[in-house]
């Protein structure tokens, strides 16, 4: 099957002055973040790309612009890459909601956590949605395009994160241990009886893997892991 490539959008401004964003519109990159853009423009643009596809959040969409422009691949907008919605958290200081009872909860065992509000979201409803999102894009570019495909989602930290906890096969309450960098890009490659995980967090690495093989008909992708280990890609 296809291999997805995780793109977190870049430094947003939000970043940079500890709010937590959530779905408030007009939350774009700063300056550090438009040159991570830049920069993942360069190292993915030379892959066959198949898809770019994106959040609707506006730091999403103005961290593939680059990669748009320089591959000429035309954005699709998902929605349900979309961040969490986290309710009358939105907008608040990092530093005052550490004091809140739920963040203990939210770290500690968020498969239980639901942001308060009427617009609040849970974190288990976050990471359906998104593994059905990135399951649904996969299944269906590897349809048109085949199973060597390589495509690009560009996603927020927390469902990123729970993406990649669901092929690790990893229970939520663990995927804090998780790390994912503004700019960062996660690989996986999904088959049929399971997902691999090929690179997380990685923020300047060389994607030549990544490029298909050059056979004239394509083979379908193992499910079985190497015994060993293998000797890399």
Known sequence: M???LLVRHG???ANTSGVLAGWTPGVGLDDRGREQAEALALRLGELP???IVSSPLQRCQ???????AKTGRKRVT???LGECRYGDWTGRKLSELVKEPMWRVVQAHPSAAVFPGPDGESMAAMAARGVA???HWDARIAAEHGPNSVWVACSHGDVIKAIVADA???HLDNFQRIVVDPGSVTAISYTETRPFVL???DVGGDVSAYQPPKVKRRRRRSSDAVVGGGAGA
């Not at 103005?62 to 748009?68: D, F, I, Q, Y």
């Open 2 to 4: 296809p291999t997805v």
């Open 11 to 13: 430094r947003s401004t």
């Open 49 to 51: 790309l198949a898809a």
């Open 62 to 68: 103005e961290t593939v612009a680059p990669l748009v």
């Open 78 to 80: 998902e929605k349900r």
């Open 133 to 135: 999102a990135i399951r």
């Open 168 to 170: 690790m096969a990893m």
């Open 199 to 201: 690179r997380v967090n």
